[in-house]
């Protein structure tokens, strides 16, 4: 039997920019349509967009007009809403057992759960950070109170917990399910996933092409990939760098990515001496990640122990284990715990630079540790947080809801 899955996206997923989390990507346009499901996706798009989108085998797009003003924002999305839910009404009355499923839209949310009872199919709605979070991020960057964002934090969240309980399923990280069930949300109709391709990260990666572009030569590479932004507080990791390279002079440190504080930890580099061992490569693509990973040989995973990061799921960590690369990673982060705690693919320690420090020298005064450490993180990844076992659990998920509907 094949699912038909009709996809309820805001953006173009063909675009290489199009899908901001990897796990739709990996599963909605790799596993389940190599397993031979069709996953159709309905989805905005710009005007001069819609020819070529329009030959795409399941794909519907919609063509969006933006506008500058607040009322014209408004009006156009509420139009965007009613094309979507007649289109998608349209295509899925032709068809037969469908899943309806909608994605980090509260809009959205409420046109697929309409379309999905008008034609009496299950309903999944794809769900991860709590609203008040995304306002306490922005609100954190840019150190300013936005009562727009406030108002429609408070119009929001009523709406977003109505459209949870009439969802069948709930797809989020494991670490916000725990989170949503605490908020009231019923645990046995959430499924998590959160993983990484075991392909594409792979220990089979050649690091020599890394190491001669930037300079790294036969050094001791300590890695960090992602966000630079300011609130991450990244400048403990040029700190316990500085430290680090008090006792092994031949380290460096590889820090990939770019936000609003790149700058700012440029000039701390600078001030402590230690900027021409550090390599700043600013953004790269997504697919050249791995290459930077096997060019190091330990990674960090130091996530800022707010409130708004405690229940986060650190895509990073488990693409430095999925690589074999021994982790060091700050405790207060639940994800960090179960991952390390589960597999012994790393250390644990404090947000602290004495902690970070500390931990990284005797990694590198170990490498046979280091090596075991590395070896167990990709046994637990290839049994616990492949995309392929997340396809094949949510694959059962589906076929169950469409058991229970009678379809």
Not at 5 to 27: A, K, Q
Not at 233 to 254: C, G, Q, T, V, Y
């Amino acid at each position: 039997m094949k699912l038909d899955i009709y996809m309820l996206f805001r953006d173009n997923p063909y675009s290489p920019t199009g899908i901001g989390w990897t796990v739709m990507r990996e599963i909605y346009l790799n596993y389940l349509p190599r397993f031979g499901h069709n996953i159709n996706w309905i989805f905005s798009c710009k005007e001069e967009e819609m020819e070529y989108l329009s030959e795409m085998a399941h794909a519907y797009p919609v063509p969006y007009f933006f506008s500058r003003s607040l009322p014209g924002r408004v009006f156009n999305r509420i139009l965007q809403a009613y094309r979507i839910a007649k289109i998608a009404t349209r295509i899925i009355s032709r068809q037969g057992p469908s899943i309806i499923q909608a994605n980090w839209d509260l809009i959205d949310g409420l046109v697929a759960l309409y379309v999905a009872r008008r034609r009496k199919a299950p309903f999944v709605l794809l769900w991860d950070e709590p609203l008040e979070m995304a306002y306490e991020s922005r609100k954190l960057e840019t150190g300013k109170h936005s009562y727009l964002h406030y108002l429609m934090l408070k119009l929001g969240n009523p709406l977003l917990r109505y459209i949870m309980r009439k969802a069948d399923l709930i797809l989020m990280s494991e670490l916000k399910k725990r989170e949503w069930v605490n908020r009231g949300i019923e645990e046995s109709k959430i499924t998590a996933i959160h993983g990484v391709n075991v392909d594409l990260f792979s220990p089979d990666k050649v690091e020599g092409d890394i190491r001669r572009e930037y300079g790294l030569g036969d050094s001791k590479v300590i890695l960090y990939t992602g966000t630079m932004a300011r609130i991450r507080r990244l400048d403990m990791l040029i700190r316990n760098f500085s430290k680090i390279r008090e006792a092994k002079r031949n380290a460096k440190l590889l820090m990939v990515g770019d936000g609003t504080g790149k700058a700012d930890l440029e000039r701390l580099a600078d001030e402590l001496g230690v900027k021409r061992d550090i390599v700043f490569t600013g953004l790269v693509p997504y697919l050249d990640v791995p290459d930077f990973i096997a060019a190091s040989d330990i990674a960090v995973s130091a996530v800022p122990p707010l409130d708004l990061y405690r229940a986060s799921s650190p895509s990073k960590l488990v693409e430095y284990m999925a690589m074999a690369k021994p982790v060091v990673a700050n405790e207060e982060i639940a994800a960090h715990r179960e991952a390390i705690e589960q597999s012994g693919g790393g250390m644990l320690v404090p947000f602290s630079e004495e902690a970070f420090a500390s931990a990284i020298i005797e990694l590198l005064d170990n490498p046979e540790k280091a090596l075991e450490m590395g070896r167990r993180g990709r046994q637990w990844v290839l049994k616990n947080r492949s995309y392929e076992v997340l396809a094949r659990r949510l694959e059962r998920r589906y076929f169950q809801l469409l058991r229970k509907s009678g379809r």
